[in-house]
C-alpha cells in the first residue's frame, strides 16, 4: 500500500508560481514511480509530468519542473508562469515504474490506469 499526500495547491495571479508537494508513505512506496496529474471538473483527467523519461505534457514544457527527494519520499511539481489553463486539480499518484515506462514508449503520455495509488488531490486556480 501507498500513501500520498498532497499540498501546495493556492491561488495564484496568472504569471505566477506555486510548488505542488507529494508526500509518500507505506512499506513499499520508494519503489515506486510517482506522477503528476491533473484535471478539471467536466474534461479528462491529464497526466502532466513524471521523471521516468523526464515526460512532461506539451502544454506544461517549459514552465513546468519535477523533481523527487528520495530522503523525504516526497515528490515536487514546480510550477511557473502559470496560466488560466492550468487552473485544475492536481493529483500525484503511484505506480509500478516499468509499466508506467513502457506506456510512455508506446502512448508517449502518462495513463491513469497504470497508476493505482492516489492522492486526494491539490486545488489551483488561477486568476487574470
Known amino acids: 500500500q501507498v500513501h500520498l499526500v498532497e499540498s501546495g495547491g493556492g491561488s495564484v495571479q496568472a504569471g505566477g508560481s506555486l510548488t505542488l508537494s507529494c508526500a509518500a508513505s507505506g512499506h513499499e512506496s520508494s519503489s515506486y514511480c510517482i506522477g503528476w496529474f491533473r484535471q478539471v471538473p467536466g474534461k479528462e483527467r491529464e497526466g502532466v509530468a513524471s521523471?521516468?523519461?523526464?515526460y512532461y505534457t506539451d502544454s506544461v514544457k517549459g514552465r513546468f519542473s519535477i523533481s523527487r527527494d528520495y530522503a523525504k519520499n516526497t515528490l515536487y511539481l514546480e510550477m511557473n508562469n502559470l496560466t488560466l489553463e492550468d487552473a485544475a486539480t492536481y493529483y500525484c499518484?503511484?505506480?509500478?515504474?516499468?509499466?508506467?515506462?513502457?506506456?510512455?514508449?508506446?502512448?508517449?503520455?502518462?495513463?491513469?490506469?497504470?497508476?493505482?495509488?492516489w492522492g486526494l488531490g491539490t486545488q489551483v486556480t488561477v486568476s487574470s
Open positions: 499518484a503511484a505506480g509500478d515504474c516499468g509499466r508506467i515506462r513502457t506506456t510512455l514508449k508506446s502512448q508517449m503520455k502518462l495513463t491513469g490506469a497504470d497508476f493505482p495509488y
Open positions: 521523471l521516468i523519461g523526464g
